[in-house]
């Protein structure tokens, strides 16, 4: 078990670009969560997966972005277009199939869009 | 109003200081409440779990939780410099989809000076 892992740890990207994230969750957990971070803020909901099923999502999530997380492993984060306002630390975290004893979040993606 | 609000701080203690960080809510259906460490440019770490009223211990730790007055606390007794992060509180409830759906505070900025 070496958590949650997230690739690219950066990413500097130009405006109008398309990007993707990757995100392998600790492997046991079949719940998987997107969030995003700006500076100075706590992290804010984006998305919930349970195995391979997108079952939430938030309106924060406009249809520039589109996650995936084919036969319920890794996820995947694509954003399309990327505007300067994306810029922010996107975090995945994943947590087991019973109880809420708190996420497991990885170190995070840091988007920089110039 | 923010459905959870979180001083910013920054808050800066000497070493051994006891530290008291706090946060509000006003949606009374959360039912879940944590507290997470985030170190710079890393993802936030579970500190503490809890989801009734009343104070949960754990080593240095003790968080505190009142319902009533929807206000929930973390008590860092004898801080090291070590303990220097950001502090977010968070809170959650199941939603329809069974997520644990997390909603975090601002984050504290906590140094410990030695």
């Known amino acids: 078990d070496t958590g949650v892992s997230q690739n690219p740890r950066h990413k500097i990207t130009k405006r109008g670009q398309n990007v993707t994230f990757r995100c392998d969750p600790i492997s046991e957990h079949n719940r998987l969560y997107w969030y995003r971070q700006t500076l100075g803020q706590g992290p804010e909901f984006l998305t919930y997966f349970q195995n391979e099923a997108q079952l939430e999502k938030s309106r924060l999530l406009s249809d520039r972005f589109s996650a995936e997380r084919p036969k319920g492993s890794f996820s995947t984060l694509e954003i399309q277009r990327t505007e300067q306002g994306d810029s922010a630390m996107y975090l995945c975290a994943s947590s087991p199939r019973t109880g809420n004893y708190g996420y497991t979040f990885g170190s995070g993606t840091r988007l920089t869009v110039v | 109003q923010k459905e959870v609000e979180q001083d910013p701080g920054p808050l800066s203690v000497p070493e051994g200081a006891i530290v008291s960080l706090n946060c509000t809510y006003s949606?009374?259906?959360?039912?879940?409440f944590m507290w997470y460490r985030q170190y710079s440019r890393k993802g936030p770490e579970l500190l503490m779990y809890t989801y009734s009223s009343g104070n949960k211990e754990d080593g240095r730790f003790t968080a505190q939780v009142d319902k009533s007055s929807k206000y929930i606390s973390l008590f860092i007794r004898d801080s090291q410099p070590s303990d220097s992060a950001t502090y977010l509180c968070?809170?959650?409830?199941?939603?329809?989809?069974?997520?644990?759906?997390?909603?975090f505070g601002k984050g504290t900025k906590l140094s410990v000076i030695p």
């Open positions: 968070a809170m959650s409830f199941v939603s329809g989809a069974g997520s644990y759906q997390l909603t």
């Open positions: 949606n009374s259906a959360f039912q879940y």
